[in-house]
């Protein structure tokens, strides 16, 4: 998503939020708004859980023309909720107007890894939209937008948009692969019959792909550290790192053929 800053109102800065799950992401930072997941999302940042409950918000949604009817019907449901927090509605296909003056921006959308596909064969499609994205972003952004990319790979993804807006700070963009540390921690907290929430300091390595490594050195339950609990390296070096790389139906084929 992306986020622009805006204009004053009683003292408080309103907030630009685009959001977009398509081929194309925009401003709190965020693609393809009218998708599964902005449908989901985008109330969520007009309650201020995403930028606080005393922040008013202008949402701007970005998605692919194609999805530009079921865009609009998202913008209906967003205005029918009334929520305080947001003060205007904006639904484009329009990166331009979409990135304009954005200040934060969360870059969901990409192109989705279909079967038989690996994650270097949607790099090539990510390229050119992660370019697109970002070259919105340099010349129409506010410039101390912050970025955080969520689309896979997502390093790769955060890579291509430093090297496209050069002139946004390079401490201000980041990714996340959330998706891989939290199937690391529920394991872990399965394995050990803990609570998820008990689970501290886990870390993952490298890019998005199967060179990424979750790293358990310093995870800790409590005060005691995760590999003294587990007591065993082999279920740590490897199953682990399987069932955070690959879809779960190829782990549970694993496990059986070690059984047997």
């Not at 859980?49 to 999805?67: C, K, N």
């Not at 998820?196 to 870390?203: D, F, L, M, P, T």
């Not at 005060?223 to 070096?237: F, N, S």
Request: glycine fraction near 8%; hydrophobic fraction near 45%.
């Amino acid at each position: 998503m992306k986020v622009r800053a805006c204009m004053y109102d009683g003292g408080k800065l309103h907030i630009k939020v685009i959001l977009g799950w398509g081929n194309f992401v925009t401003g709190v930072g965020a693609s393809g708004a009218s998708g599964q997941i902005g449908y989901a999302l985008v109330p969520m940042v007009a309650r201020g859980i995403m930028l606080g409950a005393d922040q008013p918000v202008i949402l701007h949604m970005l998605d692919i023309p194609p999805a530009a009817e079921a865009l609009n019907g998202v913008k209906m449901k967003l205005v029918d909720a009334a929520f305080p927090l947001l003060k205007g509605v904006v639904a484009t296909t329009d990166v331009v107007e979409a990135c304009t003056g954005v200040s934060v921006a969360v870059m969901v959308g990409g192109f989705p890894r279909k079967e038989g596909m690996e994650r270097k064969d949607v790099m090539s499609k990510n390229v050119s939209i992660y370019k697109a994205q970002a070259s919105a972003l340099e010349k129409y952004a506010s410039p101390n937008c912050k970025v955080l990319v969520v689309a896979n790979p997502a390093n790769t993804n955060a890579l291509i948009l430093k090297e496209f807006a050069p002139s946004i700070p390079e401490k201000n963009i980041t990714c996340l692969t959330r998706l891989d540390h939290n199937r690391a921690l529920g394991q872990i907290s399965e394995r050990l019959n803990v609570q998820v929430s008990g689970v501290k300091n886990v870390i993952i390595w490298g890019n998005h792909s199967f060179t990424q490594y979750p790293d358990v050195t310093h995870a800790t339950v409590g005060d005691k550290p995760v590999p003294e609990l587990v007591k065993d390296d082999a279920w740590l070096i490897l199953c682990l790192q399987l069932v955070v790389l690959v879809e779960l139906k190829l782990v549970v084929l694993v496990f059986v053929l070690e059984a047997d």
